[in-house]
Structures are given as C-alpha cells and as structure tokens.
C-alpha cells in the first residue's frame, strides 16, 4: 500500500518573508509541522525542494506542500498465519519471515506483525506500546527474518524492556556479508546516529552524539567471495549489524542501503532471486519477566539464505 497524501498548492501571501511562517499563515499548518515535512522532502517553491526554513520567500511564490495521511491511531485484528516458537500468558515468541513489517507506520498500514499478533493473541497485548504498537518491546527490519518476543501483559513488557536496556539479553544473528573477514573473529565499536547526509540512513558517528553499539563477530564458515557469520549484539541499536559489518568493509549480501553485492556474486544473487539483506536473527535469550525462569530460543536459517549458502560453497 502506497502513501497516501493531501497536496496543499498555494501561493506565498503578500507579506512574504521567512519561508515556514509565510506557508504557515498560507496553509493553516503549524510552523513546526512545516519544517517537519521539509524535513521529509515534502515541500516545494516553484517546483523544487524547500528545505531551508529561514529562507526570505517572494510573494506569489507558488508553493506545493504533500501532507501524508494520518496513521490509525489503532491497529487492527487481521488473519495472517504466524510461526509461533512459544507462547503462555505473559509473552509470545514468533519467528519472523522476512518482508513481514513489525508495526504499522506510513506506508504499511496493514498487513504486518502486530495485525496478526492482535488476531492471534484476541487483542490481549501489552499497552506499554500505545495502541498502534501493543506489545512491542523491540523490532528488526522488515526484510531481517528471525526471532522476536513480544510483550502480552504490561508486566512482561516492563520486565523485557529493563532487559533490553541494561543489555542482558542474548540475541545472536546469522549473517552472510562480502569478502573474508581479518580477523576471522573480532568486536566493532562505534557509536550509530543519524547519517549527516541521508537521515533515511543510519552511520557511524562521533562519541556524544548518537547512540553506543558493541557487535561481537565469529566465522562460521568461508564462502566464495563471501563469509557466514554470527554476530552476537552487547546493544540493539537500529541497523547495527549491517551498519557495523559495513563500517569494517563486509556489508551483508544484498543489502540496499548499506553495502553493494561483488560483481562476482551478483549472478547468483540474481538467480536465487534473494533480494533482501542475508540477516537472520537466530537466537534469543533471557530471563522470563514474571517466572524468572533462563529461557533460550533458536531458529533455523530460513530456506532463501540457505539456498545462498549453498551455492557459494567452495
């Protein structure tokens, strides 16, 4: 489902002067959400992008401002099949397919994790989350496949997120990235933000500013002109392993934002038809937030990352 959006067209008003305030006297948005959707590219003077909010604007500028529709405040119930790893009153644990979206959020409005779970689960999740995100205690990418465990009762919730947050929890991912790692094992460190020039993108910034991440890696096994291996995560920061794996020259395969696919793997890639990142998060641990009971979980590579694997075996 495309994002749908309300186009305000206009022209700038007598007054002229710095550009949000002229649009907002002219549209009837608020000043904030002007720059905003600046921000987001969704602004135009005489046909090109307006990013610059200070800007001294001429009156009878034509102007073109593409609102996106609002999101349900809601999701809801909706019949899509999940793998259920476990499941008792307080938490479930689902096994991800890959080009399933966790939450509902412009553009995928529907049809992701959190439709089917509130389906499964008769609407009895955690409400931590607000309404559009009931149960989520963290996520992974869309297009990453593998392990999730999400919250049915807020006491759950409270117990995983302090989990998550002093770094208690163990999660380990199967990745196959480019070239052969040297060391064959090693840990990256490096703060993840905002990319200073596409904030669509995550990257490595300096200390202070973003977040820190600690990725642990191992070889698993060598493959031609590529590596399977286990990333262990001290953090979960968004993106991390593919921006880490990246940052030290061993982005994963066919990953679309972080790293390129070698010209001598591209064939297969293409064969095979695999056209997400090779990221699958393949095991999960902690302490269970109300039995306190050690609890570990494992899930098996999924059938287009092992057909990759299997055709660049030396």
């Given at each position: 489902m495309g994002v749908m959006e309300n186009i305000i067209e206009g022209t700038i008003g007598e007054a002229g002067g710095r550009?949000?305030?002229?649009?907002?006297?002219?549209?009837?948005?608020?000043?904030?959400?002007?720059k905003a959707l600046?921000?987001?590219?969704?602004?135009?003077?005489?046909?090109?992008?307006a990013a610059q909010a200070s800007l001294k604007v001429e009156p009878?500028?034509?102007?073109?401002?593409a609102v996106p529709a609002a999101i349900p405040a809601e999701a809801i119930a909706q019949d899509i099949p999940l793998n259920v790893v476990f499941e008792d009153e307080y938490l479930i644990i689902v096994d991800k397919p890959s080009g399933l979206v966790v939450h509902p959020a412009a553009g995928n409005l529907d049809g992701t994790l959190v439709n089917a779970l509130l389906h499964h689960c008769r609407g009895q999740l955690s409400g931590i989350g607000g309404v559009?995100?009931?149960?989520?205690?963290?996520?992974?990418?869309?297009?990453t496949?593998?392990?999730l465990v999400v919250a049915k009762t807020d006491r759950a919730h409270e117990g995983l997120a302090v989990q998550f947050a002093d770094h208690s929890i163990e999660r380990a991912y199967r990745a196959i990235v480019a070239g052969k790692p040297i060391p064959v094992s090693g840990t990256v460190t490096g703060?993840?933000?905002?990319?200073?020039?596409n904030r669509k993108k995550m990257a490595l910034v300096e200390e202070g500013r973003g977040k820190h991440a600690v990725t642990h890696y191992r070889t698993i096994e060598a493959l031609k002109g590529a590596t399977l291996v286990e990333c262990r995560l001290e953090t979960g920061r968004t993106h991390q392993v593919r921006v880490h794996m990246s940052s030290i020259g061993h982005s994963l395969l066919g990953d679309p934002v972080y790293g390129r696919t070698p010209p001598a793997i591209r064939p297969v890639v293409q064969r095979l038809g695999f056209h997400r990142q090779a990221l699958h998060a393949a095991e999960l641990g902690f302490v269970h937030?109300?039995?306190?009971?050690?609890?570990?979980?494992?899930?098996?590579?999924?059938d287009d990352m092992r057909a990759l694997i299997d055709e660049l075996r030396q």
């Open positions: 550009l949000d305030k002229a649009l907002a006297e002219a549209s009837g948005l608020s000043r904030e959400r002007i600046m921000g987001e590219g969704r602004v135009t003077l005489s046909g090109k992008p009878g500028t034509p102007f073109a401002i559009a995100r009931p149960g989520i205690v963290h996520r992974i990418d869309k297009d496949s593998g392990l703060s993840i933000g905002r990319s200073n020039t937030p109300v039995t306190g009971e050690t609890v570990r979980f494992s899930s098996p590579l999924p």
